[in-house]
């Protein structure tokens, strides 16, 4: 069974970090490309950043970028998110989820459950 699980996010001060980090199994993860996805409350999804399999390739949302870093770690099967100079548009739900496939383009196939991150003073 494929399962991904988000460490839980928190309340963060605007101008600060946070890590999130997501734990996968159930399948190879270097053979997959990833997602980060947010949804900010009462917003649509969107999306906010990308790695390929082996971690070499990133990409971002022009609204993170910058400021976010994705990246992987095989050994652990853990795909992270480092959120930096954070503000208040920030906020929201994040949730991991899987391509299927290798390139990033075949659509998102298995999800976590979301982590809650709220930017607030």
């Known amino acids: 069974e494929v399962q991904l699980v988000e460490s839980p996010g928190g309340l963060v001060q605007p101008g600060g970090s946070l890590r999130l980090s997501c734990v996968v199994s159930g399948f190879t993860f270097s053979n997959y490309y990833m997602h980060w996805v947010r949804q900010a409350p009462g917003k649509g999804l969107e999306w906010v950043s990308g790695i390929n399999g082996q971690g070499t390739n990133t990409y971002y949302a022009d609204s993170v970028k910058g400021r976010f870093t994705i990246s992987r770690d095989t050994a652990k099967n853990t795909l992270y998110l480092q959120l930096n100079s954070l503000i208040t548009e920030d906020s929201g739900m994040y949730y991991c989820?899987?391509?299927?496939?290798?390139?990033?383009?075949?659509?998102?196939?298995?999800w976590g459950k979301g982590t809650l991150v709220t930017i607030s003073s």
């Open positions: 989820a899987k391509d299927r496939g290798t390139w990033g383009t075949d659509g998102l196939d298995y």
